[in-house]
Antibody, heavy 120, light 107 residues
Framework: QVQLVESGGGVVQPGRSLRLSCAAS????????MYWVRQAPGKGLQWVAV????????YYTDSVKGRFTISRDSSKNTLYLQMNSLRADDTAIYYC?????????????WGQGTLVTVSS | DIQMTQSPSSLSASGGDRVTITCRAS??????LNWYQQKPGKAPELLIY???SLQGGVPSRFSGSGSGTDFTLTISSLQPEDFATYYC?????????FGQGTKVEIK
């Protein structure tokens, strides 16, 4: 069955880096657009980054442009989010999610989330 | 990016109540509108896609309607397990943006 499992979260000092992973099973990452979505404590959902199904397009929300990089390793069927120059306002639970695309496009599978805390 | 605005931000209701949440898009998105439910400590779950289609396994008391810029999520008879936060999302274009959420609390 389809499963997404995030890892890599933790406590990090401002200005440092962290890499999140999202291991996919039950489907190929190369067939779907994939998103990173975050949720700050007590706040709503915010899309962070997206990679198109073929990897040719990547988009970032304005607040992370130039600091975060989304990528994937097809051989490992794993999605990544490299986060550099972390700031306190990056503190959030980070989810990866699959966009099934098409007319009924929706995020039909989500990971369990990984918590990133940026604090000195 | 397309902006999504939900109202109200929160509401209090009792079991058995009919609840309606609205979502407005900053431009026409046809029927490319989804609704998610999120319970504390859990990832969001898809309830409704394409404005009115029920995701598999979702109870029929949930329904969605609308097109263009204005959409609604209705819970016909609120059950204890429905107390949660609900988010709308547009999938008309990338990036897929969310509304700010509506928290449904127990009165």
């Amino acid at each position: 069955q389809v499963q997404l499992v995030e890892s890599g979260g933790g406590v990090v000092q401002p200005g440092r880096s962290l890499r999140l992973s999202c291991a996919a099973s039950g489907f190929s990452l190369s067939s779907f657009a994939m998103y990173w979505v975050r949720q700050a404590p007590g706040k709503g959902l915010q899309w962070v980054a997206v990679i198109s199904f073929d990897g040719s397009n990547k988009y970032y929300t304005d607040s992370v442009k130039g600091r975060f990089t989304i990528s994937r390793d097809s051989s490992k069927n794993t999605l990544y989010l490299q986060m550099n120059s972390l700031r306190a306002d990056d503190t959030a639970i980070y989810y990866c999610a699959r966009d099934r695309g098409g007319y009924d496009s929706a995020f039909d599978y989500w990971g369990q989330g990984t918590l990133v805390t940026v604090s000195s | 990016d397309i902006q999504m605005t939900q109202s109200p931000s929160s509401l209090s209701a009792s079991g058995g109540d009919r609840v309606t949440i609205t979502c407005r898009a900053s431009q026409s998105i046809s029927r490319y509108l989804n609704w998610y439910q999120q319970k504390p400590g859990k990832a969001p779950e898809l309830l409704i896609y394409a404005a009115s289609s029920l995701q598999g396994g979702v109870p029929s008391r949930f329904s969605g309607s609308g097109s263009g810029t204005d959409f609604t999520l209705t819970i016909s008879s609120l059950q204890p397990e429905d107390f949660a936060t609900y988010y709308c999302q547009q999938t008309y274009t990338a990036p897929r943006t969310f509304g700010q959420g509506t928290k449904v609390e127990i009165k």
